[in-house]
């Protein structure tokens, strides 16, 4: 550590080639091991003591349709993991460009925004569960 409260630039850069390394073989083990076939991965507890599906039911079915090449079928599963993946991709990239002493403009998410993501979540959170025709296709 630096100063009080701030990284060092090495170690901000070791942070985020864990986070990546971490995230790659969890890509690999989804890649290998279809989550569509129970026994592999433990039950979304959200789902399994009320039956309904939260904002994250059907994302790792959805990461391995998508590290198949199938990203209608991962939006069955779960449309908001298939918009939000590359969004979380460029945000940890910048990081990395950044921590790495990246000097050009990079994008940044305007502040008056951030309130939004929440709200997001759970929008789609209420929608997928409601019993509605233009809702359903949203379950997991």
Do not use: K
Not at 63 to 91: K, S
Not at 122 to 127: G, M, N, Q, R
Request: aromatic fraction near 10%; charge should be positive.
């Amino acid at each position: 550590m630096g100063t009080q409260g701030q990284w060092t630039p090495r170690a901000r850069l070791a942070g985020f080639a864990v986070v990546g390394a971490v995230a790659v073989l969890a890509a690999i083990r989804v890649y290998a091991v279809d989550p569509a076939h129970p026994g592999h991965y433990p039950a979304c507890p959200f789902r399994w003591a009320t039956s309904l599906d939260c904002p994250g039911c059907g994302t790792l079915r959805a990461a391995h349709q998508v590290l198949h090449g199938h990203l209608g079928e991962a939006a069955n599963y779960n449309l908001f993991f298939v918009v939000v993946a590359p969004i979380l991709v460029v945000g940890w990239l910048t990081a990395v460009a950044r921590a790495a002493g990246w000097r050009r403009p990079l994008p940044r998410v305007p502040a008056r925004m951030l309130p939004a993501i929440p709200i997001l979540v759970i929008a789609f959170w209420v929608l997928r569960n409601l019993p509605l025709p233009g809702c359903t296709w949203l379950a997991a």
